[in-house]
Structures are given as structure tokens and as C-alpha cells.
């Protein structure tokens, strides 16, 4: 593990930004993610990154991050050291050491919580993740779709409670278990899941996402200080289309079974006077509808950005009122296979009268 990049204080504003729009409105707060690592940092600790192709193939990697409604974590802070005493308890429970950390989403708080906790255990962090995104459920990650068994995992909460999942089943059992015992915690904990091998995780990880996250919050905040488009930079940068502009005139939000869930309207201005949009959530942004009409679904990207700053406007934060920019990004082609579309498509999601049609990847490149 010689070529490690370190994560720096200078970094992380960057990350947070970039970690909250390739999370599609979920995977936590990225601002308390941020001021979470930016605190061990302070402390001394340091967060290091290795690139995929230099994890060695017998390392034992350990997917881990925050399970929850999102909305519960800007109203309960977390202890923050949850998924450092989950890890801590499989370690135990499987009489195994533990090399290295990776997200299991590349998505807002969960892009920092491999990093925060890696720097409380002097660990590295994988450059990748399990969805290149976030979604609501923990069998939507790669490493489980392609046939990696994620229990045993553990759970820890801010209280000090451990619960450690032995599912037989299926990927969806250990979801099932899960979602159970966190809403038991109070709709937010910290999950560690049975570890991989790096030569599994190589295979089947969305790759270079944490590099990702930092080069795309790097690439919004340096187009607000040179006064370019912000919103522009991103779409370039990701190969993104601009899918309207509006207010938000109606949102609907509530707690069910440990998630976020609803939908917001939106009404259309500039370019789009004459357009309704809509989005619904599971935690995430899932399908978007222009006057009606499916336009775009997981596992594809909706991303609502604020239509002045370019900042990513995250699910628990939405308000009446927001001026914001749709966006459609392209997911990775890992979740484009049928054997994905089975987990992350929009059957997964109830949606069985929608069919998943990829969204071209517009091919104009980010100067800086």
C-alpha cells in the first residue's frame, strides 16, 4: 500500500460537495459528514486513500457507513464512533483483522464515514464504493448484486448497543434485519458489513469514486470563485444533462419503515415556463416526470442542485420555495446489467410500469 493519497482539510469542503451530488439527495448530511472527519484531522489522525489497483488481493476490505432516514441525522447527532464499534465487533466475532475500509455508497455523509472511521483505526480507505450513488438498501450495492454474502455484519448505535445480523437467507434479509434494529435505534446507526477480499472488491466495486467526489466539488466551487456557471461545471464534468429549472411548489415527507420517503413538485421557469416536474424519494431521488411523463429513473442519477450556487440540495433539507436545477447524471455500467436492473431498477422500487431506459452520457468534457 505504497501510492496513498491523503485526504487533507483543504479537501474535504470539496468532497462533502461532490459526495452530495453523486448522492442523488440521500446517504446523510455530507456538511456533519465533513465537520466529523475535519475533527480527527484536527486531532492528528489522517485519512488516506488507496487506489483500487493497488489493494492487495488477499487484503480484507470492509464495506461500512450509516443506515437510517436522513432526515434523522441533522436532528440526532451522531456519537461518532458508531461504525468504528461495528467494525470493531466483526472483527471480534469473525477473530479477524481487518485492512482496509470502503464505502458502501459513494453518496453525501456515507463518502465521509469510511474516512472517519479510518482515521480513528489508522486505516486506508478504498478508492471506490458499492453503488457509485446512494440507495435506500443495502442489497442495492454491487459487491452483494454480483454475489458477495454481507452477513455477518454488525450494527452500533450512539448509545453503545451492538446487534450483530446472521442472516442464512439473502442479501435482503440482512436489509430486512437491518432496517428493523435501526428503527429500533432510532432511525439511525452505523453498519459494518462480513468483509471481502481485494481481489472481489477490484472486480466488482464502482471504481475511483472517492477521487471522483473531490475533483467534482472541486470543479463547482472553483466555477463559483471564477463567477462561471456551477451547474455547467457539473454537467461537464459528469456528462450530465440539464433536465429543468424551477421552484419547488409542493413537497410531501415522512418517516416509513426507517426511510425518508415522498415527492416534491416543481414548477418550470426560464426555459422551462411551461413545464411541471416531479420527483419522488425513497431516501433518494428516484424517478423524475416532466408534465407526466418518465423522463428519468434509477439507477441513473436525479440531481437537485440550487439553481444560484450549483450546491447540491440533499433530501432532508428540501423547502417550499427553493429555486433549484434537475439534473440526470449516467450511473456506472455495473448497475446497467440485467442482473443489477433486478436490484436497483425501477421494479425494486414498486415501479413495475416503468422500464429503465439508460440515459446517453453527453460527451462534453470539463476543462477546469
Request: proline share 5%; glycine share 10%; charged share 25%.
Amino acid at each position: 500500500m505504497d501510492k496513498l493519497r491523503e485526504i487533507l482539510d483543504s479537501d474535504l469542503d470539496a468532497v462533502a460537495i461532490g459526495a452530495a451530488i453523486l448522492g442523488t439527495g440521500g446517504g446523510g448530511n455530507p456538511y456533519i459528514g465533513m465537520l466529523r472527519c475535519r475533527q480527527e484531522l484536527r486531532k492528528g489522525r489522517k485519512i488516506n486513500i488507496i487506489p483500487i489497483d493497488e489493494l492487495p488481493d488477499d487484503a480484507l476490505v470492509v464495506s461500512l457507513g450509516g443506515i437510517g432516514a436522513p432526515v434523522v441525522g441533522i436532528e440526532k447527532i451522531e456519537q461518532g464512533e458508531e461504525c468504528l464499534r461495528a467494525m470493531r465487533a466483526l472483527e471480534a466475532d469473525l477473530d479477524c483483522k481487518i485492512d482496509a475500509l470502503i464505502s458502501s455508497e459513494i453518496g453525501g455523509s456515507n463518502a465521509m464515514e469510511p474516512m472517519l472511521t479510518a482515521a480513528q483505526a489508522g486505516l486506508p480507505v478504498v478508492d471506490g464504493d458499492g453503488m457509485g450513488r446512494a440507495f435506500p438498501e443495502m442489497q442495492m450495492c454491487t459487491w452483494s448484486i454480483y454475489g458477495h454474502v454481507s452477513a455477518p455484519s454488525a450494527m452500533a448505535d450512539e448509545k453503545g448497543n451492538i446487534v450483530i445480523i446472521k442472516s442464512i437467507r439473502n442479501e435482503v434479509w440482512v436489509e430486512t434485519l437491518a432496517r428493523a434494529n435501526v428503527v429500533a435505534m432510532g432511525a439511525a446507526a452505523g453498519i459494518a458489513m462480513a468483509p471481502m477480499r481485494g481481489s472481489y472488491v477490484k472486480k466488482f466495486a464502482v471504481q475511483s469514486t472517492v477521487t471522483q467526489a473531490l475533483s467534482l466539488g472541486t470543479a463547482v466551487l472553483d466555477a463559483q470563485r471564477k463567477n462561471n456557471d456551477p451547474i455547467a461545471a457539473v454537467l461537464a464534468h459528469e456528462g450530465g444533462q440539464l433536465l429543468m429549472t424551477g421552484k419547488i411548489v409542493d413537497l410531501e415527507r415522512h418517516l416509513k419503515g426507517g426511510f425518508a420517503v415522498g415527492h416534491i413538485n416543481v414548477a418550470g421557469f426560464g426555459d422551462f415556463e411551461d413545464d411541471a416536474g416531479r420527483i419522488d424519494i425513497q431516501n433518494e431521488f428516484l424517478v423524475f416526470r416532466r408534465n407526466g411523463k418518465v423522463e428519468v429513473c434509477v439507477p441513473d442519477l436525479i440531481v437537485v442542485l440550487d439553481v444560484d450556487t450549483g450546491l447540491p440540495i440533499t433530501t432532508e433539507v428540501l423547502r417550499y420555495g427553493q429555486r433549484i436545477a434537475v439534473l440526470a447524471l449516467p450511473c456506472d455500467d455495473l448497475l446497467r446489467t440485467p442482473e443489477a436492473l433486478a436490484v436497483v431498477g425501477p421494479a425494486a422500487f414498486g415501479y413495475l410500469d416503468i422500464t429503465f431506459t439508460p440515459m446517453p452520457k453527453n460527451e462534453t468534457e470539463y476543462d477546469g
